[in-house]
């Protein structure tokens, strides 16, 4: 056991742990999308829906699930990048991509993950600890995160920061969804290119699907 | 002598440093009489004997087989590991690249733990430090059985070859943005995990290898392929795959420590 | 003093059981003994690397020495075509005795029968060693080894690893190599050039090195050195060899007293890359394999400048199937390379130099398709056109023979030890089995054959028998610092010539000297000549020779400067050796030694002999000794490939 606990810092398992979290992150995405497309159902669809989530015990259990993936995932990718940019001290006079191995999203994950690190601590600023508006359906009271969200998106900076941070991360998640499965250790020539179709057309829609939620809000606060 | 005719002029701009202390700068040179039949090699060799006439220091470069095989040749060449072309050393590469008047930048591969020694050599001892950790199989002179009792698929004997090419220059530590050395080690890790011959101890040797390798200060990896792009020998990254799949069973079921 | 017969220590016996008797009759080091040893091997490449590591398994303590940055980077690394081994997996004939009588035959009869017996026998373990490394040879559907024919046996005992059969075993080699510097076993010294023998009453006790990296020139002591310097091909400047291979380290040898055997047995190889121009620094190889599906031809008309496909089939010369009807393309190394000479000098060359033959793929092409050609020679094609930027599976490939091999070096007894006790050379640097031609795929054999599988036997008996540790040596002995200083006033020197022209342009005259008469034809005129060149040469060397840098840190030109002043040298005793040798044989082809239809006539009566040279200072004659060659279980025949 001790001698596993040494290698979780190795260079190989700590690439593991981050592709581990960022496959569970990335399922996250999914189910908070599909939960937030709700919205489109109106107030109460969505508002119900939240509730529900929020009152389930089990919640707490969950979301220090979540922190834990998501504080693994941050913390390691800021160690990574730190030990990476220590490896050249000395950097080139010239460096020239081959244009035959890294893209510009594999290129930028650092970066496109500090735009989602920032853009995450406002979003839970604003959502989760923001203002407290309530509505009641069927007699039952409970937080109305629909009004708070369309109040919000009628500031079109903030539609457009979010869109922003939407590309970002589909950037973010077309390179790290299929690099995930190459840090693991799965490379198959048969599925490779499957796989990053799939990384491709998972990265659109998570991005289109997050962005068009503000799109959606903004117009909406036009009734 | 065949198109000599059409003889170059190149600014040539070097890295020049005297030895592991020094600071180092580029220099610029110019240098003519560059032919297009030359490889790039021949057109230092020609700067040097320009540069000694004029009782100057020639420029320090490693090179041996110039034949793309012995992995001794490096450089950074307008910022690409062994220039421009695919699968080929810098020792391979013809001056034909080039036009009269280009500008080149030439400048050692550069990582921690590969520091310049002078100009554009570098100490590429941490790679055999790694082979050292456990690139080997465990079998003295003598031992061995008849060669035909181990039968291998061709595919995975061509497989081991594919791996079992890597010249151990280093262009994929130098043209990875993160310094990685991750696939030179998982060439031989492959090598040896695919062959019967190997898998007897491929988790001691996989747990030792990226260990060392991460003792020597090189970076990690982010799946970014450029090794491979710059990989004179087209070693693939799957490797790599292959190597994190030994490495996590390793680290996680066997009894080694 | 007087020219001497030497005794080349070879058993009694049938020659089937030489070996293994020998074996029994050696005296072993007891295993706790072993360890009090320390072996000095200068040398990484097949034969170093595979000394080195099995001396260590065994228990003596190694120092191994490479000029390159890892020993994985030794000149056996570019050995692309294959290695010999009776194994005879595809059962079409081959045994022990085949490989053993083609090996001596494609020798020309000038080498020493029981080693290349040996040789043969042990070609077999060295296929099981390698694969048990986990060397990589190609393989069947079945899972099998697969074989090919190579450099014109009429078996198929050739093993092979792609065209990358060195790089897998020197690879293989260095791995095991690593495995025991990991258990401290070995010792690796990168990056050091020797550039003394230390001899210790009369025996080899240690070097001196430079570090190529600080400039310092260290001591090591030893109770024995093993040379595996590879060979000296460089002395023509250009060459197949990579350009840190060098003649240095035996040369040292030599001039402390050890005997250099048949200097002048070069190969010259006949299927390269012809030369290209002035600042070609040197000669790509491409594998002999390529013979098994190219046809060799030059237009029948001399001077003939059409492009190669505007010459019709019946204007177009296939010079060796013509002469040589059974064999064809695939006659030894020697005998191609003669035939292109003469062509070339008969003025039917081919090219802009009008220096090449063409090695043309169309028939093959039209008769297993191109993707069958790709698959077997894919790499080396792409390697021709990267470096001559035509493409050959439409135009043919143009070719010339280059200096590739050399089959002479110090000379060495049964044991593989030279006559200096405690000196021994293995590998391409002694002159031990390959005669006066060396056959496609025997030099990988030989180096590991002497590294694996002879010298662990052979230096344990040295060391029983001479005990060496009973009069141990000290770094600060009279006979180190001598030979440390002399190494140090040397380097001085080169450093304060102050002349006027670089190492370069040294060598590449040089060179020239050596490939126009002690080349592929060789007759006593010339010789003379370039004898007389070769001394002019290294006259002005030491008086206009510039050197810049000093000695402190990394001085290229300082390192190549030392290797040229040897083979300045060198190369004077391969002529002089070539003009004793009044015969043509394999590789030596002397005008004068020829039979009626112009090839290479022996001369059995008078030079059925090794020609071991003895140092006399570098301005004298050296004295010519010789072994004398019996064959008791081969006929001499006259070599013909008709
Ligand atoms: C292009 C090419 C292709 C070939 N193909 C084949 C083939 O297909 N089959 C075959 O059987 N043979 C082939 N050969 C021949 C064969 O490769 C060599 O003869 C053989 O590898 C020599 O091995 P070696 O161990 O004796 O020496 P090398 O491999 O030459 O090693 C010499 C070692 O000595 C070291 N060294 C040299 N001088 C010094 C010094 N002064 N101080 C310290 N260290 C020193 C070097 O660093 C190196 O480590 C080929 C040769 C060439 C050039
Ligand atoms: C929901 C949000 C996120 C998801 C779905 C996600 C997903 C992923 C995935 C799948 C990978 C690939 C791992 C691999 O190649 O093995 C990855 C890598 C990476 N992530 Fe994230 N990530 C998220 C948030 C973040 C944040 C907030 C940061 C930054 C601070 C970050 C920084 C990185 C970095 C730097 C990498 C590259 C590391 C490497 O490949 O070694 N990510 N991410
Ligand atoms: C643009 C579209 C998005 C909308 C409309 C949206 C909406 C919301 C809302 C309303 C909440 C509050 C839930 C609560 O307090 O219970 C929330 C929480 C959260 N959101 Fe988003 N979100 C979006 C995008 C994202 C993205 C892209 C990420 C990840 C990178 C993300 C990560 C989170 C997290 C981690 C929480 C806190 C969850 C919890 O505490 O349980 N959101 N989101
Ligand atoms: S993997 Fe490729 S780039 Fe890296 S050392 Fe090996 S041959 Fe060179
Ligand atoms: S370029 Fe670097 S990031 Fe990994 S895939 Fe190659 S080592
Ligand atoms: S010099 Fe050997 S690979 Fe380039």
Request: glycine residues 8%.
């Amino acid at each position: 056991m001790s001698s596993l606990c040494k290698r979780l810092s190795s260079s190989v398992v700590k690439k593991q742990l981050m592709a581990i979290t960022g496959l569970l992150l990335c399922g996250f995405l999914v189910s908070h999308l599909i939960g937030n497309c709700l919205i489109y159902l109106g107030a109460e669809a969505f508002n119900s829906y939240a509730h529900a989530l929020i009152t389930n015990p089990l919640i707490y259990i969950a979301e220090a699930g979540l922190l834990a993936i998501f504080l693994t995932h941050i913390g390691l990718a800021i160690r990574l990048t730190i030990e990476n940019k220590k490896a050249r001290p000395v950097s080139y006079y010239m460096k020239t991509p081959t244009g035959r191995g890294a893209t510009f999203a594999s290129a930028t994950m650092p970066y496109t993950g500090m735009t989602i690190l920032v853009f995450l601590v406002f979003h839970i600023l604003h959502f989760k600890f923001g203002p407290v508006y309530t509505a009641s359906y069927n007699g039952v009271e409970m937080r109305d995160l629909y009004k708070l969200l369309i109040e919000y998106f009628q500031n079109p900076f903030a539609v457009a920061w979010y869109v922003i941070a939407m590309l970002a991360l589909g950037l973010h998640v077309s390179h790290g969804f299929a690099s995930a499965f190459q840090s693991i250790g799965f490379n198959h020539p048969k599925y490779n290119c499957a796989l990053k179709c799939l990384s491709k057309l998972y990265a659109v829609v998570i991005t289109l699907g997050f962005a068009a939620l503000p799109i959606y809000c903004f117009l909406q606060g036009g009734n | 002598m065949s198109h000599d005719n059409n003889l170059m002029t190149l600014n040539l701009k070097i890295w020049r440093q005297k030895n592991q202390d020094d600071k180092g700068q580029m220099v610029d040179y110019k240098l003519s009489g560059v032919s297009k039949d030359m490889s790039f090699l021949e057109m230092l060799d020609l700067l040097n004997e320009q540069l000694v006439n004029e009782s100057k220091e020639p420029v320090a470069f490693d090179h041996d087989c110039r034949e793309g095989i012995c992995g001794m040749c490096s450089l950074m060449i307008n910022g690409q590991a062994h220039g421009p072309r695919k699968n080929t050393t810098t020792c391979q590469l013809h001056m034909r690249e080039y036009k009269d008047g280009d500008t080149i930048v030439i400048e050692p591969f550069r990582a921690r733990a590969l520091p310049v020694h002078k100009d554009l050599i570098i100490d590429r001892s941490a790679f055999d430090e790694i082979i050292e950790a456990g690139g080997f199989v465990n079998v003295a002179t003598g031992n061995a059985q008849d060669a035909n009792s181990i039968l291998i698929p061709k595919l995975d004997s061509d497989l081991a070859m594919d791996a079992a090419s890597c010249i151990g220059c280093a262009a994929c530590v130098a043209s990875c943005n993160n310094a990685s050395a991750m696939l030179f080690v998982s060439a031989k890790i492959s090598q040896l995990a695919l062959l019967p011959q190997g898998k007897v101890e491929a988790e001691k040797r996989a747990l030792s290898m990226v260990d060392k390798m991460d003792e020597l200060g090189f970076g990690n990896c982010t799946n970014e392929a450029e090794c491979e792009a710059s990989c004179p020998k087209g070693i693939n990254i799957s490797n790599i795959a292959r190597m994190n799949l030994e490495y996590l069973k390793a680290a996680v079921a066997s009894k080694i420590d | 003093m007087s020219s001497k017969k030497l005794n080349g220590n070879v058993p009694e016996g049938p020659i089937q059981e030489i070996w293994d008797k020998h074996r029994f009759n050696m005296k072993l080091v007891n295993p706790s003994n072993k360890r009090k040893f320390k072996v000095i091997v200068v040398g990484t490449g097949l034969a170093g690397a595979s000394a080195s590591a099995t001396l260590a398994e065994l228990g003596y303590n190694v120092d191994a020495f490479c000029i390159q940055d890892s020993p994985r980077r030794a000149h056996s690394i570019a050995a692309q075509g294959g290695i010999n081994a009776a194994k005879n997996y595809p059962n079409d004939g081959d045994s022990v005795w085949r490989l053993f009588y083609d090996t001596v035959k494609g020798g020309d009869f000038r080498a020493r029968e029981a080693n290349v017996y040996r040789l043969a026998q042990v070609s077999n373990n060295i296929i099981d060693q390698c694969t048990a490394q986990g060397v990589p040879f190609a393989r069947d559907y079945g899972g099998t080894l697969s074989n090919r024919s190579f450099g014109g046996a009429q078996v198929s005992r050739t093993f092979y690893a792609r065209g990358q059969t060195g790089q897998q075993l020197l690879l293989g080699a260095y791995s095991a190599l690593m495995k025991e510097s990991h258990k401290g076993k070995v010792k690796i010294y990168t990056r050091r050039e020797m550039v003394e023998l230390v001899m210790v009453d009369g025996k080899a006790r240690g070097i001196i090195v430079r570090n190529v990296i600080t400039g310092e020139l260290e001591k090591y002591k030893a109770d024995a050195v093993l040379l595996c310097t590879g060979g000296y091909g460089n002395a023509y400047f250009l060459s197949t060899n990579a350009m840190a291979s060098n003649g240095s380290a035996a040369w040292k040898a030599y001039k402390k007293g050890a005997y250099f055997a048949n200097p002048c047995y070069t190969q010259i190889h006949p299927t390269c890359i012809p030369v290209h121009g002035e600042n070609q620094s040197k000669l790509t190889l491409m594998s002999e394999s390529l013979r098994n599906d190219g046809r060799v031809w030059v237009p029948k008309a001399k001077g003939d400048k059409r492009s190669p496909k505007d010459i019709p089939e019946d204007e177009r010369d296939y010079y060796l199937e013509r002469i040589y009807p059974s064999f064809g393309n695939l006659v030894p190394r020697d005998v191609a390379s003669r035939n292109a000479k003469n062509q070339v000098d008969d003025g039917k060359g081919v090219g802009a130099t009008g220096v090449a033959v063409y090695l043309d793929f169309k028939d093959a092409i039209e008769r297993d398709g191109l993707e069958t050609i790709k698959a077997k020679y894919g790499n080396l094609f792409d390697m021709y056109e990267s470096i001559t930027d035509e493409n050959p599976y439409v135009v043919p490939m143009r070719i010339y023979p280059a200096v590739h091999y050399t089959m002479g070096g110090l000379w060495v007894d049964y044991n593989l030890m030279s006559n200096v006790p405690g000196l021994f050379v293995l590998g391409e640097a002694n002159f031990s089995d390959h005669g006066a031609n060396r056959l496609g795929a025997s030099a990988l054999m030989q180096g590991l054959a002497d590294g694996y599988f002879v010298i662990p036997y052979t230096l344990g008996n040295y060391l029983a028998t001479e005990k060496p540790e009973e009069t141990p040596v000290d770094l600060d002995s009279p006979e180190f610092n001598e030979a440390y200083h002399s190494a140090q006033e040397r380097f001085q020197k080169l450093l304060s010539i102050g002349g006027n022209r670089s190492v370069d342009s040294f060598h590449k005259e040089l060179g020239q000297i050596m490939w126009e008469h002690v080349g592929m034809a060789r007759e006593e005129e010339g010789l003379k000549a370039g004898i007389e060149k070769i001394q002019k040469l290294r006259d002005e060397f030491w008086k206009n020779l510039r050197v810049t840098g000093t000695e402190v840190g990394v001085n290229i030109e300082l390192e190549k400067a030392n290797r040229v002043a040897d083979f300045l040298e060198l190369g004077e005793l391969m002529a002089r050796d070539a003009l004793e040798r009044r015969e043509s044989c394999g590789g030596h082809f002397r005008m004068e030694s020829q039979t009626e239809e112009n090839e290479a006539k022996r001369d059995d009566q008078n030079f059925a002999h090794v020609a071991a040279w003895e140092f006399q200072g570098v301005d004298n004659t050296p004295i010519r000794h010789t072994e004398e060659l019996t064959f008791e279980n081969v006929t001499l025949t006259q070599r013909s490939y008709k």
